[in-house]
């Protein structure tokens, strides 16, 4: 009888058959791929809301699983199956196989409340059959079938009373929608974000953009303040690391202040074996590490390292999407994610323009040398926090290793922008302490130094530079930060440097062997008027302190420093043509 066509109404009956059935297939294989989504669909549905016996059986296989805690992965439905004795009634391994494939495009409760209103009609229909039924029986008792009808009428009215505020569908509630003040939005430390927003961190090889990133959650981990915002409490932080190696990670960890007792709620992920991410695969592995870890913040570094797709095919970042990072965004999750500029930078990060479409904001992060760094929001999709970020990298090196606690990000003020600026007084001390010369080193052996370094500055500046190193000490430049760190205390040197010895060399930040220095240097003098910084000859004010060596009036910023000497009067100096 295969050379015959149906009646139309049974070709349209085995359609909306197979569609119906295409339904729970997508329930169930959501449910393998996405397990974030059970919640939301085991609210809408039960073993008994499926037509086909063998998708229940599959069904009561999954959230076993999901009550013991364990992966809801195909291959451990069909080994729950086998243990129950129930896989042939799931219909075998194969068709448990094949319906794995069924991933509902992230939308778990479209499918799942198809499949309870198909459910619904049978449950209406096979009601009105036995109301009929009861109602034209010739041995039928009054109201037999208002009886019926009532029964019917309490499951229904229990069930959705269950449901109610356990989910709302895919429809906003209105009463709920314009209660909430979505104006009082607190972000989340750092100002980078709100919770739940997802990010783009984009920046030039070598940027730091992983430095940066990495000690901003780790402070958010740890509820220390970041970019001059206040400290907050801890938010668990799940930072996934295909980029960096073990040992860039432990001295980055360290050079912050990290150590292993003082990590928060920071969980790292250092190349993990997960599937990529634009696979359903790979967003369920993706969950199931962020179910493991707590996470309310999950950062990828860097985003290309996990994707099976070309860079450049706008799929790749549509699948990514809708396999992993919507399952995030629905759970309430935040996402961070790194990526580098194209060879064109203003064109902002390299592959499709796609990849960025889903994103509420994108920060690129540029180096300007002698640390400096801007961070700027070049798209916006809120437009809650500020736009831009001018910040100082700064490091502490003793020898090999950086020193616990010296390395930070730090918003750039007037003073520190003027301390970093390539070819000042203050960047030219910072490249003499990195070149390790000693404070007390005169003007030839510096100029020395520098010239093998092929450092050309101005002659003046170089003695600027000598005599403000010289005199460091007394102008009181700290050799600490002033935030106080479990691993030290501000303004104490470091270990086996003593007062006059050389200072721990500022480098360039762990990691990054092409960075420029970024430390601080000291608070900058003032330029002396004359000769080696006295005022000049018929300047005494009376109003002002004399110099306790020359006997001159100190400059007024001099004075209020709290100094009785010019700088070229320090006895410790031995500058002064008079000292002894």
């Known amino acids: 009888m295969e050379n015959v066509r149906p009646f139309p109404h049974q070709q349209a009956d085995r359609d909306g058959l197979e569609e119906q059935l295409d339904a729970e297939r997508f329930v169930l294989g959501t449910a393998m791929n996405q397990p974030n989504d059970?919640?939301?669909?085991?609210?809408?549905?039960?073993?008994?809301?499926?037509?086909?016996?063998?998708?229940?059986?599959?069904?009561?296989?999954?959230?076993?699983?999901?009550?013991?805690?364990?992966?809801?992965?195909?291959?451990?439905?069909?080994?729950?199956?086998?243990?129950?004795?129930?896989?042939?009634?799931?219909?075998?391994?194969?068709?448990?196989?094949?319906?794995?494939?069924?991933?509902?495009?992230?939308?778990?409760?479209?499918?799942?409340?198809?499949?309870?209103?198909?459910?619904?009609?049978?449950?209406?229909?096979?009601?009105?059959?036995?109301?009929?039924?009861?109602?034209?029986?010739?041995?039928?008792?009054?109201?037999?079938?208002?009886?019926?009808?009532?029964?019917?009428?309490?499951?229904?009215?229990?069930?959705?009373?269950?449901?109610?505020?356990?989910?709302?569908?895919?429809?906003?509630?209105?009463?709920?929608?314009?209660?909430?003040?979505?104006?009082?939005?607190?972000?989340?430390?750092?100002?980078?974000?709100?919770?739940?927003?997802?990010?783009?961190?984009?920046?030039?090889?070598?940027?730091?953009?992983?430095?940066?990133?990495?000690?901003?959650?780790?402070?958010?981990?740890?509820?220390?303040?970041?970019?001059?915002?206040?400290?907050?409490?801890?938010?668990?932080?799940?930072?996934?690391?295909?980029?960096?190696?073990?040992?860039?990670?432990?001295?980055?960890?360290?050079?912050?202040?990290?150590?292993?007792?003082?990590?928060?709620?920071?969980?790292?992920?250092?190349?993990?074996?997960?599937?990529?991410?634009?696979?359903?695969?790979?967003?369920?592995?993706?969950?199931?590490?962020?179910d493991a870890s707590g996470a309310q913040l999950v950062c990828l570094d860097t985003v290309s390292r996990f994707i099976s797709g070309p860079e450049n095919d706008a799929d790749t970042w549509l699948a990514l999407y809708r396999c992993s990072l919507l399952p995030l965004k629905r759970a309430g999750k935040s996402s961070v994610r790194l990526d580098h500029l194209g060879k064109d930078a203003e064109r902002g990060a390299r592959g499709s323009s796609a990849k960025t479409q889903d994103v509420d904001h994108v920060w690129e992060l540029r180096a300007q040398g002698g640390g400096s760094l801007t961070l700027k929001r070049t798209y916006t999709r809120t437009g809650i926090g500020p736009d831009h970020f001018a910040i100082v990298r700064q490091a502490q090196q003793d020898g090999d290793t950086y020193r616990p606690g010296g390395t930070r990000?730090?918003?750039?003020?007037?003073?520190t922008e003027a301390e970093h600026t390539e070819g000042s007084v203050e960047w030219l001390i910072d490249q003499i302490d990195a070149l390790g010369l000693p404070d007390d080193a005169g003007n030839p052996r510096t100029k020395a130094a520098l010239a093998q370094a092929d450092i050309r500055i101005a002659k003046t500046k170089i003695e600027a530079a000598v005599r403000i190193r010289k005199n460091r000490d007394n102008l009181g430049s700290p050799n600490g930060f002033p935030e106080t760190f479990p691993e030290g205390v501000p303004g104490e040197r470091s270990p086996g440097t003593s007062k006059g010895s050389q200072k721990p060399q500022v480098k360039h930040s762990p990691g990054t062997p092409g960075e420029p220095p970024g430390t601080a240097g000291s608070p900058p003098s003032p330029p002396p008027k004359e000769g080696k910084g006295e005022e000049a000859p018929g300047s005494e004010d009376p109003q002002l302190p004399l110099c306790t060596v020359c006997g001159r009036s100190l400059t007024a910023d001099w004075a209020h420093r709290g100094y009785d000497t010019h700088l070229g009067c320090d006895p410790r100096t031995g500058s002064h043509p008079d000292a002894a």
């Open 409 to 415: 990000h730090v918003l750039m003020t007037w003073d």
């Open 38 to 290: 059970i919640k939301t669909m085991r609210a809408l549905i039960t073993g008994s809301t499926f037509q086909r016996p063998a998708h229940e059986v599959i069904w009561t296989a999954i959230l076993n699983l999901v009550d013991r805690g364990d992966s809801t992965y195909f291959t451990a439905v069909i080994a729950e199956l086998d243990r129950s004795k129930e896989l042939r009634r799931a219909g075998g391994i194969n068709y448990i196989t094949q319906v794995n494939d069924y991933v509902g495009g992230g939308d778990a409760t479209h499918w799942a409340s198809k499949v309870r209103d198909a459910a619904d009609l049978r449950e209406e229909a096979n009601v009105g059959r036995l109301i009929l039924q009861r109602a034209t029986a010739p041995d039928a008792e009054p109201g037999a079938a208002t009886v019926v009808y009532e029964e019917f009428a309490r499951r229904r009215r229990e069930r959705d009373e269950q449901q109610t505020g356990t989910s709302d569908g895919p429809f906003l509630n209105w009463q709920t929608f314009f209660a909430t003040d979505f104006g009082k939005v607190e972000l989340l430390p750092g100002r980078l974000m709100a919770p739940g927003q997802q990010i783009a961190v984009v920046g030039e090889g070598k940027a730091g953009k992983s430095l940066l990133v990495q000690e901003w959650l780790w402070r958010m981990a740890t509820g220390l303040p970041f970019l001059g915002d206040r400290a907050h409490d801890p938010i668990p932080v799940l930072y996934i690391d295909a980029e960096n190696g073990h040992a860039d990670i432990q001295a980055r960890l360290i050079s912050y202040g990290a150590g292993p007792d003082h990590m928060g709620l920071l969980t790292y992920a250092s190349f993990p074996p997960i599937r990529p991410l634009d696979t359903p695969g790979g967003g369920q592995d993706l969950l199931r590490l962020v």
